[in-house]
Each structure stands twice: as structure tokens, then as C-alpha cells.
């Protein structure tokens, strides 16, 4: 009996020919030598190598080192390359040459897939949004007069998103408590984790010209998991009135893998419906495609789950946060990322930070290890995600990891 | 008698060999060749060109199209290519080879002279935070309670940072009228500028490691004129809770040319006292370099000057920006910008924005062309600035125009 091909998956893999994420990937014996890679199943395909192989048009644009060069090159290349890499995957034909191309994915180094260019983090969940509002803000109103306006955002630092894998060192800043005389300096006792989705932008736009709605497809190549690191301290004590910057700038994680968004027909859904109304350039009841997607995320600590944050349920869509991050004017430019803000449902297991699940430290998670209103040094957060996929089956989202190690 | 070279300046000329600031520029005859240069008077040294005459060891450094190689290279770097550029300019040995190498400024296009990495703004000046509160707060503390304690800061978009002489687009946005009962949209009413002071950060540092005030010499190049155009009208609607976006992500001017550190030995000084005590990390009074620096600017619309904003009245200096932002381990990319905040001084005509100059359109400034409370389609601002040099010579920085286009 013939061994069995790493290309044979089992039925229902998550990581099958119609999921394809894409990444960059490095061998243990060629450890400087970064390569385009798409996952399927538990193997990671050299794409570059298989383009070159197979003599596709497309070998220039998947030799690169990450991804930008194909994210640059637009909506019909993207369509056009993830059609051929489907059908080396599929066709029996094309074996001799794939297999050879295929690496475990427990073999190998995952990397940043592309350079980040801004980073832009939004405010999307009205649970999310309510319950800081209520933890902060106990005697206003939860929400801000703004919030069901305009999706509420502000930019992040670019420099130090990190791969799914990457250590996060515990951040030092000031922090002061309503009844201290002044701010005190130390590592922060109320490190945070917020579940989002990123989406990642490869075509570009004009400085000067907004990008409407129905141009979300055209200019955004995929989404992921990300974890947007916060120290509630030092925010608190920090963010008025120019909003974060410490509490967040120290670490924010991403998944090794980009889910195209093609791979995400079966999993677009109808966002909740709005309370008031919108102005035109956010006003997507007559859109033809639905803005929402339908991703089911897991947060974990330590490998136990500790809430399960369904993306369905988020005010604004993406589509709706690239209107708006460009009706100024702003361009975009290739390596833009964006992230939803943290997810959470109306459940309290839904709920994406801790910040929520423990009520700002009120009341503890019990977990094996002991009690958690905030991270420990030494605790691994990971989140994991899947989507409808065609046929139902899922589309796995690649995981995002980072452990939390002691302050400098 | 023979032609007057164009290394044989005017006494006291600002752009002198005391000055040396770097840009990129291209000329007519190949606009698409950007290269080094060195302003020298009136005019620009290819500094690629000259160093590979000369046979210098810089010669690859400096053949570059943008100045980021040389940024990367460190501060050794920096002050030897600044001894050999000097001596090219200075010794006369050198004239036969340089002067064909020198191009008159009005005879070049200058370019945005780096790549931008992240871009983040501060709110240093008293004088601004305290009209700012004092406009939309008058019933309150114009300062927040943590202004004395941090540099307030936030991240801008850093692929809409353009050129001086790049025209901007007036953006439309939100905006809302406290009495008005929804948010309308439309081309911003209250266009605004920042005068500011922005710093170029050359050798990065490492995530989780904190840049100590002392090292502020050893990550940054240089400094320029920065004019960080705000709408009124839209921040004011969206920037409760996270800070503002749309209101300023639409464009960020800065200076052709940047001034190297080394240049304004002479202008260093001591900034204001401080009415508290500061944390260790920002505690700059045993520094042996003081952290100010002397700059005059100028505010002119259409060439009529508006204002004259001291940059040594800022309460937070450039060092403490530097070891505040990397406190919590963000770490720092070749690339990294970071703005001053507006530069205002105690009098009324030093207001470096015309919300202060004009307190919010209460006041209106009477200049040839008509009334200005915010800015009218085809207004050009322009911020000029000297600094003192060696032996009472002034130190020119270069300036940052900008004209008001219609919306789009």
C-alpha cells in the first residue's frame, strides 16, 4: 500500500484546498531564507518553489520573502494565483511535483507575512463598547453620543506588531489610582488581552480620494486573528485626551496566516441592525454582499477556554471602517492593517477581554492553574477561530499565541 | 574677474556650512533619479555624486535614493559623513570637483527625504494644552491631571505624511454642533494648522528594551519643520474616547530638509522649570545636555506672518518623548517621526494653530485678502524657522508650505 499522501486530508479539515491561507515560512536548514507559503492541512506548500516548478506566470510574485509584492498586485492577481494554487493541491496530476514542496508545519519557522505600513484599530463591538462604558463610566451613559455615528477608531503603532509566537514582555509605565497623590512606575498589574479580527489591505488608494463600501473587496486581500495587548493601567491613567498609546504600543499579535477572502464566501452575514441612521458613505442596507462574517473565536488561557466571541455580532463591518478611515481623504497603502476591536457577544462568555470576563478584576476566572483577573508572567493566551465554510465545512483561522514573559 | 562660486556665501547665510541639512531631490532632466542632497546656500550638493568623486568610504551610503541607509548607519556615521561633507563644501582644494555638482534649489524638486515608519504626535507646549482647555473646557482644568507627569502623545498616519509644497486636499468628515441633533456631513469648516517641530529617528532599538533620556543623541538624526494640519470640526465630533483620527489622518506636511542634531549645538537650552516631580525615566534635571532647543518659528498665510511660536517654551523636551514613548518596551525603526505638538508661547502671537490664534473663530485675524478664522481653499501656509548657530550665525530650518485645495 502506497504511503499516503500529505495532500489526501481527512474529510472536513479545516485547512483544506478551500481555506488556503497564505504565510511566510522559514526551513530549519535555511533559516535566513524567508518563502511565501499556503497552508494545507497540517503542511505548509512552498508556492514560490511550486510556481517556479510548474512554470506558472505567477513565480516572480510568489518568490518574494513576504507578501506585500502579491498584495500589491491587486484583486484579479489575487483571484487568478489562488485559482492555481487550488488546482495544485487538487489535481492528482500535479503530485510529483507538489509533494516534494510540502513541509510539516511543526517543521517550520513562522514569520510576520508582510510589512506592516499603518496600523489602525477600531471600536466595533457594541457589547464590548457598553461594558467598558459601564466599568468606567458608571454613572453615564455607557456609549459615547458618537459611537453609532461613526465606527470609532485611532491608530496604532506598526513597529511592534509581532508574529503569533512572539513573547510579549510585560510593559512598564506610569499608572495611578483615583485616590493616589500622583502616579507611581512599575510593571503593569492589569495586562489584557483584546480578541479581534485584522484586515489586511493590498490595493492602494489616492491621497485625496475615499474608498466607498461597495470598493471593500477590491482593496482588502484578507483577515486574521489578532490580539491587541493592552495594560488597562497604564490607559486609564494615560488616555485622556488623545486617547491610547503606552497601554497598547508595546505588542500587538497577529496570526501567522492570512485567510484570503475569497475563502470566506460561505461565512459573510447581515450585521445586527442599526438603531440610527447612517450617513450615505457608511449606509450599507443596499450593499449586495452582507458586511459581517460569520467567525466563531476562541480565547484560552493556558490552553483552557475562557470565552468564545462570535464576530457576527460586531456593529460596524469592515467594509464600513475602510469607508470611514478614508472619507478624509487618507490613502491607503499597500501593508495596512486594520483590526475590528475587541469581540464580544452579549453573553458573559462571550466576552473578548478580561477586562469584561473578570469586570475589571471583580470577579476572578477560575482556572486550574489558580485565580486570573489579569495575566500572570509565564500565561499563554492563545486565540483560535473558524468560519461556514462551502458545503459545511469549516475554514480554520490560523491561531494567535503569545506568552506573557516578566518586565524588563 | 572670475564667476562667483556658489560655495562663496553671504556672511551670516542660514544654510552655511554650519547648517548642512539633508534632503532628497530630483532635477528636470531626470525626474525620476532621486538622490542625496546637501543644501549649501542656494543650492544642493549631490552628496552621492560628490562622494563617489571624492573616493569616499561614504560613497555607498549616500548613493541611495532616500536617506534612510544613512539613518540606519548610526551616529558615528552621521558625524563622519558630516566632517567629509564639510570639508567638501569648505576646503578649496575640493571646488573643481564639487562645484559642478551643485544645482540651484529653485532648479530642483525636493521629495519626501525618508521613509516614514511610525508617526506619533505629542502635545508638549503649556501655553497650546492650556488654550485648548481653556476653549472647549471653560468651566474646567484647562490641563488634564496627567499632563505634568507624561508627554501626552498619540499615533498618526504615517502614508499621508507629504512633502512642504504638496498641495491638501480639504477632507470631509462628521462633524456635529452640540445643539444639532445628528451628525451632517460635508467638506471641513474649521481647517486648522499645528506649527510644530518634528524629530527623525535614525537607529532603532530593541522591543521590550526602554531608550534611556541620555541616548536621545544616539537614535536621533535630526529635526524639521512639521505643520500637522487638523479639522477642527471632525475632531471635535469623534475623538472622545480614543483620540483623534480622521480629524488629522488626512495630511501631515514636513520640511524638505532635515537639520542634523550636530547643527544645533548652539541652540541647545533648558526648558521650563517643572511645577512637579518627574519619574526617574523622565527626570531630565542631572542631564548634562539640556533638553530644549531654540528654534523661532514663523506662521505665515499667503505670506503675511501670522504668528511666531518659541520652541524653547516647550514644557516637555524631545528627550523625554523619546524615553516616554519606548517606556512600556515599544521599540523604535529607522524612519520613526515624532511631532512636537503645536508650539504655542505665552503671548497671543505666538499661537502656533489658528484655533488659539483666532480662539476657535471667536476672533478673526484681519489680513489683506479678508477675515480668517480657519483656513479658505487656496490659503498656502508656510513655517519658517532659525535657531542660533556657532558664533551668532543663524541656523536655517527648512521651510513647510502648504496650499488649501477644494474638497474632493
Do not use: C
Request: charged share 20%.
Amino acid at each position: 500500500m502506497p504511503e499516503q499522501s500529505p495532500l489526501d486530508l481527512a474529510e472536513g479539515d479545516p485547512f483544506g484546498p478551500h481555506n488556503l491561507p497564505y504565510g511566510v515560512f522559514t526551513t530549519a536548514g535555511e533559516p535566513d531564507r524567508r518563502r511565501l507559503g499556503v497552508r494545507i492541512g497540517n503542511h505548509v506548500l512552498d508556492v514560490g518553489a511550486a510556481a517556479h516548478a510548474l512554470g506558472s506566470p505567477y513565480a516572480g510574485l510568489l518568490a518574494r520573502p513576504n507578501l506585500n509584492p502579491l498584495l500589491a498586485a491587486g484583486r484579479t492577481a489575487w483571484r487568478d494565483v489562488r485559482r492555481a494554487i487550488t488546482a495544485w493541491v487538487t489535481v492528482p496530476a500535479h503530485r510529483p511535483d507538489i509533494e516534494p514542496l510540502l513541509h510539516p508545519v511543526d517543521a517550520v519557522t513562522m514569520h510576520l507575512p508582510y510589512e506592516v505600513a499603518d496600523y489602525v484599530d477600531f471600536y466595533a463591538s457594541e457589547h464590548h463598547a457598553t461594558n467598558v462604558g459601564r466599568i468606567f463610566r458608571p454613572d453615564g451613559e455607557p456609549l459615547t453620543p458618537n459611537w453609532k455615528h461613526l465606527p470609532i477608531g485611532y491608530h496604532g503603532r506598526s513597529g511592534t506588531v509581532v508574529v503569533s509566537g512572539t513573547d510579549v514582555v510585560r510593559p512598564s509605565g506610569q499608572r495611578k489610582a483615583p485616590a493616589d497623590p500622583a502616579p507611581v512606575f512599575g510593571p503593569s498589574v492589569k495586562l489584557d488581552i483584546e480578541a479581534e479580527v485584522g484586515f489586511l489591505v493590498g490595493t492602494p488608494s489616492e491621497q485625496g480620494k475615499p474608498v466607498a463600501l461597495a470598493d471593500f473587496r477590491d482593496h482588502v486581500f484578507g483577515l486574521f486573528l489578532l490580539n491587541d495587548w493592552s495594560a488597562r493601567d497604564i490607559q486609564a491613567w494615560e488616555y485622556v485626551p488623545l486617547g491610547p498609546f503606552l497601554g497598547k504600543s508595546f505588542a500587538t499579535s497577529v496570526a501567522a496566516w492570512v485567510t484570503p477572502l475569497e475563502a470566506l464566501d460561505a461565512a459573510r452575514t447581515a450585521p445586527p441592525a442599526r438603531d440610527v441612521e447612517l450617513l450615505p458613505y457608511l449606509d450599507d442596507s443596499a450593499e449586495e454582499e452582507p458586511g459581517g462574517f460569520d467567525v466563531r473565536i476562541s480565547v484560552a488561557i493556558n490552553g483552557r477556554v475562557v470565552a468564545e466571541p462570535p464576530f457576527d455580532t460586531m456593529y460596524w463591518t469592515a467594509a464600513q471602517q475602510l469607508a470611514h478611515m478614508t472619507v478624509n481623504g487618507a490613502s491607503l497603502r499597500t501593508g495596512d492593517l486594520y483590526g475590528s476591536g475587541t469581540v464580544s457577544g452579549p453573553e458573559v462568555n462571550q466576552r473578548g477581554s478580561l477586562l469584561e470576563l473578570t469586570w475589571n478584576g471583580r470577579d476572578a476566572l477560575e482556572l486550574p492553574e489558580g485565580k486570573r483577573t489579569f495575566l500572570e508572567d509565564g500565561d499563554v493566551v492563545t486565540l483560535t477561530a473558524w468560519a461556514p465554510g462551502p458545503d459545511g465545512v469549516r475554514v480554520g483561522l490560523g491561531e494567535v499565541a503569545g506568552r506573557i514573559v516578566p518586565a524588563h
